[in-house]
């Protein structure tokens, strides 16, 4: 079996809690490698992208900056991705805040030579703002809408346009604004709202995503935002928005993803260990990895 590369991506800029900042490390220092060997995929760590500056170290940076922050931080994921491609590496990207998504998918795009890419993202929110709908002006509130081509202009520069409306699916949403929701909306994009997960089981939510994101596209990925789950599974996040995704259901219909050919990396964002009880939500990031590639074949033809 051929390698997973685990690519940690140190940036809480784009986040209000600038804590994700230190989700890629501590994951590493806890020994996600080991654990995933465990389990039987084997995995090492390839790059751990940091940003110019780390939070802690300068606690008072202001918004202008932090935006050329979060581009400067997700163009070098991107190139870091796309090397572990070129490698023949299976990309697995822990964030860090989900802004880090611009540069992750941007990274993939490239590695499998810009053929049509679909969408799976599990998340609480759509992070589908542009500056002139956001309240918030945090950036990961901004990646989504900047892979379908809206918002500020040097996202676009390395991600504008990567995902077409029909290829992304969203899956658990359940906090969001009316600016992000009627571009989204507009768009075309299908969002699966959390009510509607529950009343139709995360199996078949699932199942339409898969079918949306692999329909026209040469492969697709998986993005998971780790607030998508309810905080009583994954008190180690941020934005604790109550009645999400449940963590056994969840993993269990992931692993009826595995073993797709056509899946070209996996993106697990906004974990922060400061906020974590008793390792949950990072045993839940390690179980939502083996869920998703073991066994996973583009790995053991990679090996071949």
């Not at 009343?199 to 692999?214: F, H, K, W």
Request: some cysteine.
């Amino acid at each position: 079996m051929a390698e997973i590369a685990l690519i940690g991506a140190a940036s809480g800029w784009g986040a209000g809690f600038r804590h994700t900042e230190e989700g890629p490390l501590a994951l590493k220092q806890l020994g996600l490698a080991e654990w995933l060997a465990a389990g039987g995929l084997e995995a090492g760590w390839r790059a751990m992208v940091r940003t110019e500056k780390s939070w802690r170290e300068h606690p008072r940076v202001r918004r202008p900056e932090t935006f050329g922050l979060v581009a400067r931080h997700a163009a070098a994921l991107a190139d870091e991705v796309s090397r572990a491609i070129a490698a023949q590496r299976f990309p697995v990207v822990i964030g860090g805040d989900h802004a880090i998504a611009m540069g992750s998918w941007a990274g993939v795009a490239r590695g499998h030579g810009y053929a049509p890419l679909g969408l799976i993202w599990l998340d609480a929110h759509l992070d589908g703002h542009t500056l002139a709908t956001t309240p918030s002006m945090n950036a990961h509130g901004m990646s989504a809408a900047a892979l379908l081509g809206h918002g500020y202009q040097p996202f676009l520069d390395l991600c504008g346009g990567l995902l077409r409306p029909e290829h992304i699916c969203y899956v658990g949403v359940r906090s969001y604004e009316a600016g992000e929701m009627a571009l989204l909306r507009r768009l075309g994009v299908r969002i699966i709202l959390m009510e509607e997960v529950k009343r139709r089981g995360i199996d078949d939510a699932l199942a339409e995503a898969l079918a949306i994101a692999t329909r026209g596209t040469a492969g697709f990925g998986i993005t998971i935002d780790l607030d998508g789950f309810d905080p009583i599974d994954a008190p180690g996040i941020g934005l604790k928005e109550p009645d999400g995704l449940r963590a056994a259901p969840t993993v269990a219909a992931l692993a009826r993803l595995a073993g797709h050919k056509a899946l070209r990396a996996l993106e697990i964002v906004e974990y922060i260990p400061e906020f974590d009880d008793s390792l949950r939500t990072a045993y839940l990031l390690r179980d939502l990895v083996l869920a998703v590639l073991a066994p996973h074949p583009a790995l053991a033809q990679a090996a071949r």
